[in-house]
Structures are given as structure tokens and as C-alpha cells.
């Protein structure tokens, strides 16, 4: 016969691996609207991407440019009409939120036509609307229970995870390029100081050679 509360121990048991569980499968994104995307951006290139899009949906458009140049580039936002909704020129980073007015195509586009031989990789971040409830208030009867308001409060949390997972990422692959970038300067410049060290160690060398060499004077006799 098992003790008094051992049911009560078990249940509780299970109810903590159920939702241990249950958050374990929150780390696997599912079908949302959001779209993370990061490409190479060629120089004098443009890449337009497009989103259908319902009227009176949220949408926000997050970039950041990670290595090229200046860290820079040309962004604008179109509406189905073509009405320009969003336009930033040589920016590094930037956001931007917005409620379609209309039903249709929406176009956004990264220029880098300003640049001449330096290329960009470029990261964008476009949601379309909210994410979907965990648990769906639809043919509910009762509030969350306490663990599914502990999921919900997970679910919240490991987002905001990403979202700073996300940037850290960003921000350490920007550092690196300009680490790198420091780096094969600063390779170049010890070259060159090194080939200048020895063209001038060479000149010296044959400049004190002509002070110590004899120079024999020729001496011409004119016959009657």
C-alpha cells in the first residue's frame, strides 16, 4: 500500500515534467509571421524582397548591416500602390513599425548602388502581424490553470531570449569583421614598413660604400 501523499507527490512530479516539457517545446519555433534573413548585398546592388500583407495587420522592419564598408545602406519601404513608406539612406541600423492600410503586396528594399567595390551582409527582421496565443481563449470555459500561466510566462520569456540571442550575435559578427578588418590593416602596414626598412638599410649601405671607395684620376699627357 503506498503511503499517505505519495499520490499527491506524483502528481505534483508529473505536473513539473509536463511543463518542463511543454517549455522544451516552446524552443521550437513554429509557423509564425516573422522572417529573419541575412544576405550578401553586392556593390552597386539592389535586393528587394516582398509580403503579402491584410489591412490593418502590425508589421515591423528591423536591419542592421553587419560587414562592408561603412556599415552602411539604403532602405524604402513601398506600399501595393507603390507610396513610399519607410525611406533611410546610409544607415547602419534602423526599425521601423507600421499598420497596412491596405490589402497587398508590400515591397522592401536594400540598396548598396551608392558603393563602388565594397560589399555588404545585410540582416533584416520583418513580422507581420502578432504571434499567435499559446493557449487559444476560443471554447474556453475557465481561466489558465497555474501551469499554463507558467508556460505563458516561459513562453514570454525565452522570446525575449532570442530577441537578445539574437542581437549579441549580431553585435559580436560586426565586431569580428572590424577586428579582421584591423587586423590585415595592420598586416599591410607592418609589410610595407618592413619593405621600406630595407630599401633604406640597402641605400645606406652603398651610401657609406661610395665614402670609403678609391677614385682613380686619369692623367693625360700632351705630346709636342
Known amino acids: 500500500m503506498p503511503r499517505p501523499g505519495a499520490a499527491q507527490r506524483w502528481v ?8 518542463r516539457l511543454l517549455a522544451l517545446l ?33 508589421c515591423t522592419l528591423e536591419f542592421q548591416v553587419i560587414t562592408g564598408g561603412h ?4 532602405c ?12 533611410e539612406m546610409k544607415k547602419q541600423y534602423d526599425s521601423f513599425t507600421f499598420t497596412a492600410s491596405k490589402n497587398g503586396t508590400y515591397k522592401f528594399c536594400f540598396s548598396n548602388e551608392f558603393s563602388t567595390f565594397t560589399h555588404k551582409t545585410v540582416y533584416f527582421d520583418f513580422q507581420v502581424g502578432e504571434d499567435p496565443p499559446l493557449f487559444p481563449s476560443e471554447n474556453r470555459v475557465s481561466a489558465l490553470t497555474q501551469m499554463e500561466s507558467a508556460c505563458v510566462s516561459i513562453h514570454e520569456a525565452l522570446k525575449s531570449v ?3 540571442q539574437t542581437h549579441f550575435r549580431l553585435r559580436e559578427a560586426q565586431g569580428r569583421s572590424r577586428a579582421e578588418d584591423l587586423n590585415t590593416r595592420v598586416a599591410y602596414w607592418s609589410v610595407g614598413e618592413a619593405l621600406i626598412l630595407l630599401v633604406v ?24
Do not use: H, M
Not at 31 to 47: C, H, M, R, V
Not at 206 to 215: G, Q, R, T
Open 12 to 19: 505534483a512530479a508529473a505536473g513539473r515534467w509536463s511543463c
Open 26 to 58: 516552446l524552443l521550437v519555433p513554429g509557423p509564425g509571421g516573422t522572417s529573419e534573413i541575412t544576405f550578401e548585398l553586392p556593390d552597386n546592388a539592389k535586393q528587394c524582397f516582398y509580403e503579402d500583407i491584410t489591412q490593418g495587420t502590425k
Open 71 to 74: 556599415y552602411d545602406v539604403d
Open 76 to 87: 524604402r519601404l513601398e506600399d501595393p500602390d507603390g507610396n513610399v513608406l519607410y525611406k
Open 162 to 164: 532570442i530577441d537578445y
Open 201 to 224: 638599410s640597402i641605400g645606406q649601405v652603398f651610401l657609406l660604400k661610395s665614402f670609403f671607395s678609391d677614385k682613380r684620376t686619369t692623367t693625360t699627357r700632351v705630346g709636342s
